[in-house]
């Protein structure tokens, strides 16, 4: 589970996507497409996902586009790292996306892993 820190990161550094959350989208979907064909998620309904989750406390709405497994999880990751950048996309915000990107997509088999966001 994330650490209160680790919370605060992942608020900050999606406060500063939000306004691009549709550049973002399209980078994630491009990304989707290479690393699993066959998968198809758009990008824009699992940005709307993240910001039901992040800015109205709904985790579970993430945790549902999560399903993928792995291919949504590094391409949603790699989309953030291009929307942010090398400066911003540091180490600690990338484990920190990563756990709780992981939490959500176990979600299913832990009901209480929805509630990371909610810390």
Request: charge should be negative; avoid cysteine; glycine fraction near 8%.
């Amino acid at each position: 589970m994330n650490t209160p820190d680790q919370i605060a990161l992942i608020r900050t550094t999606y406060a500063m996507i939000r306004p691009a959350a549709g550049q973002a989208a399209l980078l994630f979907e491009t990304r989707l497409a290479e690393a699993a064909p066959g998968l198809t998620l758009r990008g824009e309904l699992l940005f709307a996902a993240l910001d039901r989750a992040i800015v109205a406390d709904a985790p579970a709405a993430l945790a549902k586009a999560m399903a993928g497994g792995a291919p949504v999880r590094e391409a949603l990751l790699w989309a953030l790292d291009r929307s942010l950048g090398p400066g911003a996309f540091t180490p600690p915000v990338q484990e920190a996306w990563a756990g709780l990107l992981e939490e959500l997509s176990e979600a299913d088999a832990n009901p209480g892993a929805a509630a990371a966001l909610a810390a």
